[in-house]
């Protein structure tokens, strides 16, 4: 270990004890004050790293790495407001309860409070959206070199232990490069000698976490066992090993299963338990009068429809379940009677011994053949030399990705669709998106991220205002080793607010919420030097797609529609559901 200063020193320190934690993806943002880092992270030969010019942007990428490598990424940027942009995706990381490692450079003590340049006070700066912080001292000889490995070990573990985000404010002075100084820095660092022969981090930690036994698991199951008529409910979780452990439980409790899009078991899975449309069924009467639930056990995140959040409301079960991995509250009707910080498929493994087998529920039964039928409602209501729609490119989506790769769904209407439209039937894929504070910002940046971290092609289905909103993260696609597919719906501006009942303000509606604009992508793809197709009808979406599924170039699919029709055939479609119940 050579250095060229106390700077290049802790530096590189930092950089190779990350690495030896198992962080492989380093997220840089230029800059000058941060140059210790970066000048530590060009010579290191193991780590991978990617440069983006935007901060907010490659925020947004980091995390969407995380949610799909299952790992931590870290950021490194500069003082000053370069910090500030990482703000928006550290929220939205922390809400999906997702590890990210945040390292920002700072100016010196004695530059703080004095209007030096670029100079904010970054102490504290993401609040309570960084559950871990600190603000290490600028590298001095006096502090013992192990200080530095210690902090990230902990930072790393807090980190991956709690699922968020933690912080790292570095201060340095100058020299910022690799001006020699007249230091013994071979000294100061032979307190790390074992630690230098060694590829193992400073301090290990070793946790229990994921193992530790439920408390009172026969509780729990006989809570269970008193729910007369219960549904199971599924949010976000693990992945495909804790998804079909939820189909055991729900055939051994005979409870029929509302799955959101999220869960990955909204897609590609043909259960009898599983109430693919439960959001339309909801809405009818008839089938409302059928239903009485007197307990919910809800696995994993929030669920993406109101209108369950509604009726569940209106029933008012006297049992509410939740399981979930993280002990923030899920409860936005403050209905939960029991919650279980545990992962769901412990939980699952624990309990479903331990419960009553069931025969099929009278509910199951409703609702199953009412989920065949408006199946085919749907899959008839579409023809195919009629002009594109929303909701038939979210079911053309579904029936044509192939199996396995990465589908990343926008806020707004694009996750509702899927959710709503998807075709069943169709092939198992690995869903995201950004349901942590479910804002439309950084949405292509995420979904690049989630490719990088998949290392699998990725159909992002986005809205015209978002796809607007985040039109630089468009430069990342040409870093990507996978291609991206960019589905843009547009329809002239926000139309999720059609639906909403603030469309009745007539005065000013169009200018404050419709936001219109005449804006398409093509320029953009041409300026990024991306694949560009404007298909008019479904037979050439469907040709267009499967083009781009088999290109090694990413491409933009934008579909042209409009506000005040994507209202009429939502509303048609789910006419057409309730009147045959």
Known sequence: MNFSNINHCWGTLIIEELSRLGVEYFCVAPG?????LVIALAQHKKVKSFVHFDERGLAFHAMGYGAAAKKPAVLICTSGTAAANFY???????????PLIVITADRPPELRQTGAVQTIDQVGLFGKYAQWTTDMPCPDTKIDPPFVLTTIDQAWYQAVRNHGVVHINCMFRQPLTLVKTSEDLTGYIKPLSRWAKSQRPYTDYVTGFESVALPTPKKIAARLDAVKNGVIVVGKIAGPDEAQLVLHLSEKLGWPVFADVSSGLRLGQDHSHLIHYFDHLLSSEKILKNLSFDGVLHLGGRMTSQRYYDF?????????????NHALRNDPNHQVSLRVEASVSNFIQTVIGL??????????????????????????????????NEPRIARLVSQLIPEGQGLFLSNSMPIRDMGNYADFKGRAVSVNGNRGASGIDGIIASAAGYAKGLDKPVTLMIGDLAALHDLNSLAMLRDLSVPMIIIVLNNGGGGIFSFLPIAEFKEGFEKYWGT?????????????????????????????????????????????????????????????ILDRF
């Open 32 to 36: 000058s004050r941060s140059s210790p």
């Open 88 to 98: 928006p995706a550290v929220i939205e990381a922390s809400k999906k309860k997702l």
């Open 312 to 324: 569940i409301q209106k029933q008012n079960p006297a049992e509410y379940i939740m399981v979930i």
């Open 355 to 388: 419960i009553k087998p069931r025969k099929t529920s009278v509910a199951l039964k409703v609702l199953s053949k009412a989920n065949k039928v408006a199946d085919q409602i749907i899959e008839d209501s579409f023809e195919m030399d009629e002009p594109v």
């Open 516 to 576: 219109p604009h005449a804006y398409t992508m093509a320029a953009a793809a041409s300026m990024f030097e991306l694949n560009y197709s404007q298909p008019m009808d479904e037979a050439h979406f469907k040709k267009v797609y499967t083009q781009a599924l088999k290109s090694q170039t990413s491409t933009i699919i934008e579909v042209i529609t409009s506000r005040e029709e994507n209202l009429k055939v939502h509303q048609a479609l789910n006419r057409q």
